[in-house]
């Protein structure tokens, strides 16, 4: 017995065709299905974005527009906030910390992830071992990290001027106004290097070995290689990594919370932290807390780019 | 219960009878005698059944880490009150002081707590808020009258607004002068190298032994908490003037004072900022370390017992106008949010009365709020400098400015006048500095 809408046609005894009703009945409905099963995967996801991200953001965008507190309340000032970041006292010290907090951070956590990758991509015994080492830093939270370096850095009993003393140098005061935003650098490069070390040692085992037998029979030395070999195949990792590490540089808090609380005076004191402080310090300057932050996304944002154009090749790939 | 355990709990149990004791004096000298809680919450429901197990809840404290053992002095207080009411719990969680105002206001919003233990620079800002509960009817009522007049600083409290919003526990005095007393000595000084700055100056010069030890430890509080305050008020200044219509900051006479305690570091007689944080000073100065060091008062918990020299809690030297000691006042508040009011003002009242301020004053190295605290047990554990050195730091005592950003400007002004110290911008810039931020801040 046939269903209603499904013909059999002469000739083809046994076969069922579908009307073109029905077929398109079906396939919508296989569609359906299809994309329902796709936005059931997607959907905690786009909830997660919408949750934490654009609510935040297009929060951050009203609150800029705004005085007053989050707990007793605020009124509308316009772009006000905008205009008094220029003469606000501390802003300018809180943007060349938190440059050259990048500028040191990120090359070294770079180059470091990637000779130490090189090194760990040779290891034939053992490696996981080495590799877990190289990683374990990152898995020390930022507030833990920071108490470990406050010991490692005592002025009486720290690691660092006990190797001083050892070498008969003077123990030296780790923490001053004019060591403690390199030290905040460093810190953040024992932290780094071994998570970007994980990515470049993937890449590398990945690399097309032939091209490495290639080379060295026509010679080519062991830089030869690095440099026109290995550099050029791991660029678009290098590329993620370099965007990815310096938006990470300008948002660096944690540490400069517990390690020195923003100072001496305002010496470790970074954009993010000046935002933290007006925030939660403040009574009245959530408004000009969130313009800061728009600030920072938008130089976050012109920043990347910037690094997008310079890095990417001639063909405009990437 | 050994002989004289029983003879002093059945004297103390008549006396609660006859009415000679209150209750909760009662409770408190047999928790101090060392009989244990469950043992005086039984006594208590057999004398006076109808007043024991009125009361239930949980209630959930958020304090400030006076001393290592904070967390535990509240628990001792918890057991005298549950000894009344074993029907209420506590959860007792401390805030970090770098980050105290932060996590107070976040909890107060959340509800996440009931009772705060604030200090006096935020009060103008909880007064001109709402995230804590009014407790003006409750501190007035007839029924407190007598309680009332026990407590110290209400004219302070008062002054602030026309909502009492918590009740005092302590007078702290944030910038006192810790003095190695046999150092100032073998410098050729006495007590009295505080009285001029020329001879403050030079006995810390003197005290300072490169390599070893510096005679001016300062830019050791947090975050410098009211330590150019004091150098500002000393200068004949403030953040505003008494009309609070403008900054009184950039004055020639406080450039100059800033200028010379900027000297102390560029001379080297104070650490460079940073060489010691505000938990390892202590530890530095009983180690012959620093000469003198300038932090709050609750560092006399962190010292060792005995101090291996003598030692001293002296003012600071005068400044240019005045000498001038900066203080606050510490409160119980309750969070607006907390469901069972009469509960919180309950356990509040408790944890302030006579016995309970002195107990938890006497060991966290601050001065009592209560008329009362010295003949309920004040002084048993706290160091004998602080005794001694009342009277002079009550003379010359100055308290905060009543506005609602002088916390804001506070924190802020004293990381700029750091930079000065470090040497990374002049004395005159500094304090122009400040009062562009007293400006910002106040919206002049």
Not at chain 1, 110 to 122: E, K, N, Q, S
Not at chain 1, 213 to 219: T, W
Not at chain 2, 33 to 60: C, H, N, Q
Not at chain 2, 306 to 315: A, E, G, M, S, T
Request: glycine share 8%; with cysteine; hydrophobic share 45%.
């Amino acid at each position: 017995m046939v269903e209603s809408g499904v013909t059999a046609m002469a000739g083809t005894a046994g076969r069922l065709r579908l009307s073109p009703a029905e077929h398109r009945r079906l396939a919508r409905k296989a569609r359906l299905k299809r994309e329902l099963t796709g936005w059931m995967f997607l959907g905690p996801m786009f909830l997660c974005f919408l949750l934490f991200l654009v609510i935040p953001v297009c929060g951050t965008v009203w609150w800029s527009l705004q005085t007053g507190n989050i707990v007793g309340g605020t009124h509308f000032v316009g772009f006000d906030n905008f205009a008094q970041l220029p003469d606000t006292v501390g802003a300018g010290s809180a943007i060349a910390n938190t440059l050259i907090f990048a500028v040191i951070s990120v090359p070294l956590i770079l180059v470091g992830a990637l000779a130490v990758a090189l090194v760990l991509a040779r290891i034939e015994h053992g490696g996981s071992i080495y590799r877990f080492l190289v990683y374990f830093p990152v898995l020390v939270p930022g507030v833990v990290a920071a108490l470990i370096w406050l010991f490692l850095t005592n002025i009486d009993f720290g690691l660092f001027n006990n190797l001083r003393k050892a070498f008969g140098l003077d123990p030296i005061t780790w923490l001053s106004a004019d060591n403690a935003l390199g030290l905040l650098a460093v810190l953040d490069v024992w932290r780094n290097v071994g998570y970007w070390a994980m990515f470049f040692v993937a890449a590398i085992i990945g690399l097309p070995t032939e091209l490495y037998q290639a080379a060295e029979l026509d010679g080519a030395s062991v830089w030869a290689r690095f440099r026109y070999l290995t550099l050029p195949l791991l660029r678009r990792i290098i590329f993620f990594a370099v965007i990815v590490s310096t938006i990470w540089g300008l948002q660096v808090f944690d540490t400069a919370l517990v390690l020195t609380n923003g100072g001496p005076g305002t010496a470790t004191t970074t954009v993010i932290y000046r935002v933290w402080l007006f925030v939660f310090q403040s009574n009245n300057k959530v408004g000009f807390a969130s313009a800061i932050s728009l600030v920072l996304i938008v130089v976050i944002l012109a920043l990347t780019l910037v690094q997008m154009r310079l890095l990417r090749d001639r063909r405009g790939i990437d | 219960m050994s002989r004289n355990l029983d003879r002093e709990t059945r004297a103390l149990a008549d006396a609660y009878r006859a009415g000679k004791v209150s209750r909760r004096t009662f409770v408190m000298r047999l928790l101090a005698a060392g009989v244990s809680a469950p043992v005086i919450a039984g006594l208590a429901r057999e004398i006076a059944p109808a007043e024991a197990a009125d009361l239930k809840g949980k209630v959930r404290f958020l304090v400030g880490p006076w001393s290592d053992g904070e967390v535990d002095h509240h628990k001792h207080i918890a057991e005298g009150f549950n000894a009344l009411h074993p029907g209420v719990e506590f959860d007792f969680r401390l805030y970090q002081w770098d980050t105290a105002a932060q996590e107070i206001n976040t909890s107060v919003a959340q509800g996440a707590h009931d009772i705060y233990m604030t200090t006096e620079s935020s009060y103008p800002d909880y007064e001109s808020g709402n995230g804590f509960a009014d407790l003006t009817a409750r501190v007035n009522d007839a029924s407190f009258a007598a309680e009332k007049a026990k407590y110290l600083y209400w004219d302070r409290t008062q002054s602030y607004g026309p909502k009492i919003l918590g009740l005092p526990i302590s007078w702290h005095v944030e910038d006192a002068l810790f003095v190695n007393m046999d150092m100032v000595n073998a410098a050729g000084f006495d007590e009295t190298f505080v009285d001029k700055w020329e001879t403050f100056h030079d006995c810390c010069a003197k005290m300072t032994k490169k390599g070893s030890s510096y005679g001016a430890g300062f830019g050791i509080q947090i975050g410098g908490y009211g330590e150019w305050y004091q150098v500002l008020r000393g200068a004949g200044g403030s953040y505003l003037t008494d009309d609070k219509k403008a900054p009184n900051v950039n004055l020639p006479n406080v450039i100059a004072a800033t200028e010379r305690m900027a000297q102390l570091f560029k001379d080297g007689i104070a650490p460079p900022l940073g060489t010691y944080s505000y938990d390892a000073a202590p530890a530095a100065f009983a180690a012959g370390k620093l000469g003198t060091l300038t932090i709050d008062l609750a560092a006399t918990t962190a010292l060792p017992n005995p101090v291996p020299f003598k030692w001293k809690l002296l003012p600071h030297p005068p400044g240019p106008v005045s000498q001038v000691n900066f203080n606050d006042v510490t409160y119980y508040m309750v969070n607006a949010k907390s469901g069972d009011q009469d509960l919180m003002w309950e356990v509040t009242k408790f944890w302030t009365t006579g016995e309970n301020d002195a107990y938890w004053a006497d060991n966290s190295g601050t001065y009592p709020a209560r008329t009362d605290a010295a003949e309920k047990g004040y002084g048993k554990n706290a160091a004998p400098q602080l005794a001694e050195a009342l009277p002079v730091y009550e003379k010359h005592a100055v308290g905060l400015e009543n506005f609602a950003q002088w916390a804001d400007v506070e924190n802020q002004a004293e990381a700029e006048i750091q930079n000065c110290y470090a040497g990374k911008e002049s004395a005159a810039d500094a304090v122009a500095n400040v009062e562009k931020i007293v400006k910002h801040s106040v919206g002049l």
